[in-house]
């Protein structure tokens, strides 16, 4: 494995965290489109960072609430589910 | 689920002591609420005791309920505050401490790994969601908060930062944090990583 030992300045490491916390405006996306073009490992950080995030989202469907968990809520509650 | 005017008509129906109303509107949240519970605490009875909570309060104090957001999200911050506490009380020890070295600097000199889309490589799902599972369950819990509220919920670093009472910086750096540590988890997991060398 080669360590990925060009330097990041502050600002690219700032663009990197904004961009990928969804906090980036036009022109400072611009910025980073064009330092990620020449820098292949920033797009393979950003890019993986944020698949990471899309694939856990992907799998995030709503948990079923189980039956009996639901029951013991009415019952807690007083309520009847079916009124 | 029901729309907000219908929603709006229950919840003035039940605060006058409607119970199908309430029936109604506790059917309606529910699956949604002990679904955050679940991610937040990783334990299914902590998860019903949170949703039983949740809607205790909700009954109790349902006329106090403004009507400035809607129930779900004032549902959402009960049981996220419910669930915080909980895990509070808990007093768990941080288990993994290696997280809180991880910066987006010390990254960006590391070996960078790329991996292929699991999904487009017709990797079992299960397989995925099980790593994934494993992976968020080992993130330290003011972590895994922080990540569930702002990358699964979809809160605004603002809002994020509300709700768990940190400071905005704080909020991001644990983002980042947590990012890294479940996009590593899940490389090593899923064996699907090509080495770039620059």
Redesign the interface.
Known sequence: ??????N?N?SI?DL??KH??R?LGAKAKGELKHHIEEC???K??V???E???K??????S????PSG??E???K??H???D? | MVNQLDEKTLIENAVNGD??A??TL??SH???I??LA??LLQN?EDA?DV??ET??IM?KKLNTFSGKSSLYTWLYRIATNLALGKLRSKQIVNPNEDINNLS??S?????????V???EKDQD?SI??SC??KA?SKLPDSYRSVFIM???ENNS?RQTAEILGLSEANV?VR??RA??Y??DR??ENMKCVE????
């Open positions: 494995m080669n360590a990925h030992n060009h990041h502050d490491i990197v965290q990928l916390g906090d292949p490992d920033c393979v950080y890019d993986s960072v698949e990471t995030v694939l856990y989202k992907s799998i995030d709503a948990t079923d609430i968990v639901s013991r809520l009415f807690v509650l309520l009847k589910k009124l | 119970q199908s309430m029936a506790v059917d529910s699956a949604r002990y679904s679940i991610k299914e019903e949703l039983q809607f205790i009954l987006e600097s990254y960006l000199g590391k070996d960078i790994r790329k991996w889309n699991p999904v799902q995925m969601k994934l599972e968020i702002r990358d699964v670093t991001k983002l980042m990012r890294l479940m996009r899940l490389a080495v770039i060398t620059t």
